[in-house]
């Protein structure tokens, strides 16, 4: 068997107890934040007998760009090859035939999540999270991307100066 002298223990407990010490007095390392912590908040509701309800959030990003991110609730269980086509438009959701504004990234339909960096618009222009306050617009999600089920739109909400309350 081994056997260790009372000398070298102490050596071995210092080293260790110096080693904890220095351990829990380093910097911890952070990456710097994906987005600036400015976001915006508007309800998306139902829009069809589907029992569809979510949640579009704004977020600006450092370089002043900005997310789309929409979030669906519903209760039932997916189907993971679903997914549901989602279009920021131009003008409030009772305008007829309005005019879409950016093609956003469809929403998942196992985790009903979509995330969009948001690009130029349609008409050339570009948004930064003030000028997305006064944007004149809303967003809709289809059941499809095409066919007779293009038409069904499973939620929707005014954004920008047409919604109905901002939070944050």
Known sequence: MWQI??????????????????SSCS????????YTGRELEYPLIQTSEYDYTGMVTIREYPDGGLEVRIKLNWDS????ELKFPAHLHFGRYDSKDA????????????T???QTRLEKLADGTTLNFDSFKD???HI?????????????I???????????????
């Open 5 to 22: 002298q009372p000398s070298t223990m102490k050596i071995l407990i210092g080293f260790l107890v110096t080693l904890l010490t220095l």
């Open 27 to 34: 910097e911890t390392i952070v990456d710097p934040p994906d």
């Open 77 to 80: 269980p997916l189907n993971s």
């Open 99 to 110: 005019p879409m504004a950016f093609m956003l990234n469809p929403v998942n339909g196992l």
């Open 112 to 114: 009903l999540l979509s």
């Open 135 to 137: 944007f004149d617009g």
């Open 140 to 152: 809709k999600v289809h059941l499809a991307s095409e066919g007779t089920d293009y038409k069904t």
């Open 154 to 168: 499973l939620v929707a909400g005014n954004v920008g100066k047409n919604a109905p309350t901002q939070q944050k």
